[in-house]
């Protein structure tokens, strides 16, 4: 059966073995971690979605880990279809948005005669909402092209505190118009990362967006950047309203919003996070949340540093 497979799998198969070993490093410190890997069985590829929970004796004792596994390579088929129709809509909606907003923008600019303030008015919210879906339509683009490998990731050295500086002076206008402070906080010093620095910038972006808008008036958004053994931890800190503990492991599906009527109404097409980590786990890195209700949330996530080696061998291989 399945899970026999599955536990001859375990034995055999080098992925799997390497998977065992950091989920072991995670159990040590007595927490619970949920992986996805791909093995090969009977000739064609599955996908496994493996649960390690640490046993604790009474004492306190780590007695072992327990691994539960899941053949979900069904569900990733599915998800697969779903997301190359997707890609195929978005791509298909494009052309007339593009030529819906060239229209607008032609008749606001008088190019096609003289119009009232009524007129002025009415389009505007037109072009507002041809925006708004196209903002929506590259989104989906994005997550499709994530999700199915398609996306094109530079590999080059970075630094995150240079991306981080950058990012949060875009962000400084709209925090300013709000009445939330923005603030930067660097640990010590923080080595290099490799990866595409405008799609880390991205998700610095991504996050600091949603901070902002969820902070009320008078609150306050930081960046902290720090090292963590051979990572570099990155946390978007806000004093926005928190998450609910049972929303906070959804918080990263697609199309998922927070069931809060005030948060809802903020708008947002719920592909933000996704996105993000989409994007970190393709950089090898992991995301989360933190998060306590009526004191803010806690956005964090994980990158591995470049040794100075892969720094000469990237400057190498571009000269």
């Known amino acids: 059966n399945s899970v026999g497979v599955e536990i001859k799998l375990a034995v055999t198969d080098p992925t799997l073995k390497r998977l065992f070993e950091t989920c072991q490093l995670t159990t040590h410190q007595r927490k619970t971690v949920a992986h996805e890997v791909a093995v090969s069985s009977g000739g ?177 958004v930081k960046v902290r950047l720090s090292r963590q053994g051979d990572m570099i931890l990155t946390e978007v800190i806000d004093t926005g309203p928190g998450i609910p503990e049972e929303e906070r492991e959804r918080i990263f599906d697609k199309f998922y919003q927070l069931s809060d009527f005030k948060t809802r109404s903020q708008g947002g097409s719920g592909l933000g996070l996704s996105i993000a980590k989409g994007i970190v786990e393709a950089h090898g890195g992991r995301i989360w949340v933190e998060s306590e209700v009526g004191v803010g949330s806690n956005f964090k996530f994980l990158l591995p540093i470049i040794s100075p080696e892969e720094i000469d061998e990237q400057d190498t291989g571009r000269g």
């Open 44 to 220: 064609r590829e599955r996908v496994l979605k493996v649960l390690a929970s640490p046993v604790i004796s009474k004492d306190d004792l780590l007695l072992g880990t327990v691994y539960v596994f899941d053949d979900i390579t069904r569900e990733k088929e599915i998800d697969r279809m779903k997301s190359d129709f997707v890609s195929l809509v978005s791509h298909e909606l494009r052309t007339p948005l593009t030529a819906i907003q060239l229209g607008v923008s032609l008749v606001l600019d008088g190019k096609a005669g003289p119009i009232n303030e009524k007129q002025r008015s009415s389009l505007e919210k037109v072009d507002r909402q041809v925006k708004r879906l196209t903002d929506l339509i590259n989104d989906l683009l994005d997550l499709s092209r994530i999700e199915s490998g398609r996306i094109q990731m530079k590999r080059e050295p970075i630094s995150l505190v240079d991306i981080a500086v950058s990012r949060l002076e875009e962000m400084k206008p709209q925090a300013d118009s709000k009445g939330v402070k923005l603030d930067l906080e660097v640990e010590g010093e923080i080595p290099m990362t490799v990866g595409d620095e405008a799609r880390i910038g991205q998700v610095i972006t991504n996050l600091l967006s949603n901070a902002l808008k969820f902070t009320p008036q008078g609150g306050q």
